[in-house]
């Protein structure tokens, strides 16, 4: 099968699309036919090994997993002899180590039946982003119907389903963005719009409930300036930083900080549930939840696609067709 893999951690340029072996399923695994793959920050964290706490994990020369490309939506290939809860022809979408190939395996708990009114596409740039997206608002942030949520980076892949989520959720939606994303945060729900070049959300005007930072490079103070008394930071992944914890120090000192505070600041490492892929579902087949996309790319320009999302100016998503 072609997938696009690498031997050493680097720029895109490392990224070749090569012929390599298909997957063979496990007993609890789902071989699935790619039909799309989303690109999200995760991957180009792996493909560089920056910031170097990564590769700990992930391999310290190299990635101990060649093939790049974590979310997927396709159809179902085969099934390891435990799995129950699919079948071959079935379309599903979740998350599997290796998605920008052809074929890829992953674990049952870890995908779920694709929205029946989404795309493969559609479908594809879900199942990370929106699920962090979730979490970060429904359980680190325990957001409530009628709260003021501050959504920074609302126009990007997680941001663009926070606000939507957050609507969903029942609360007054602020969101911050760039000039060029304006109409779009206006146009997925959010209340309000703040353009983070011409003003400062933190001028003291205005505090918020909860803030879901997918941005990644505001100080804490800053950000503490936008909160209420008794308001919650939550902090999404470890974009910025030093090459070494890279963003993640924003969240370490939160958690530092916040027994003394009376806000709750919180860094959120999101995990990919099924229960979650199966309730975002729901809400996409509901019409209340949409995911944006902003380009799609051809599996063999997937150095391509990551440029392109971690210039940080595409609008939403961007997803890769196989």
């Not at 979310?71 to 022809?89: I, L, Y």
């Not at 559609?122 to 608002?137: D, F, H, K, M, Y």
């Amino acid at each position: 099968m072609k997938a696009i893999v690498q031997d050493v951690y680097g720029s895109a340029d490392v990224l070749v699309l090569r012929d390599v072996e298909t997957p063979v399923p496990g007993d609890g695994d789902v071989l699935i036919r790619v039909r799309a793959a989303g690109v999200e920050q995760g991957v180009w964290h792996l493909m560089t090994g920056l910031p170097y706490l990564t590769r700990a994990f992930f391999g310290f020369k190299a990635p101990k997993n060649p093939i790049r490309g974590r979310e997927v939506a396709g159809r179902v290939e085969a099934v390891g002899q435990n799995v129950v809860g699919f079948r071959p022809g079935d379309e599903v979408f979740g998350t599997a180590e290796g998605t920008f190939a052809e074929f890829v395996c992953a674990k049952e708990g870890k995908i779920a039946l694709k929205p029946v009114n989404a795309s493969f596409e559609q479908a594809a740039v879900v199942p990370i982003s929106a699920t962090t997206a979730l979490q970060g608002l429904r359980d680190s942030g325990q957001l409530q119907p009628g709260q003021e949520v501050l959504i920074i980076g609302a126009g990007g892949g997680v941001g663009s389903f926070a606000v939507q989520l957050a609507k969903v959720l029942g609360a007054q939606v602020t969101g911050v963005c760039s000039t060029a994303k304006l109409d779009l945060v206006r146009s997925i729900g959010a209340d309000h719009v703040i353009d983070y070049k011409h003003d400062d959300f933190a001028d003291g005007a205005r505090q918020y409930d909860l803030i879901l930072d997918t941005a990644g490079n505001r100080p804490l103070s800053v950000l503490r300036r936008a909160l209420k008394p008794r308001g919650t930071l939550v902090i999404v992944g470890g974009e910025g930083g030093g090459r070494w914890t890279g963003g993640f120090e924003r969240s370490l000192r939160a958690a530092l900080i916040s027994p003394f505070v009376g806000q709750k600041l919180t860094g959120l490492m999101a995990t990919e549930r099924q229960e979650d892929l199966r309730y975002l579902a729901q809400l996409i087949d509901a019409g209340t939840v949409t995911p944006v996309i902003d380009k799609s790319y051809p599996l063999g320009d997937a150095p391509g696609a990551i440029r392109h999302m971690h210039d940080g100016h595409a609008r939403g998503k961007v997803v890769i067709t196989v």
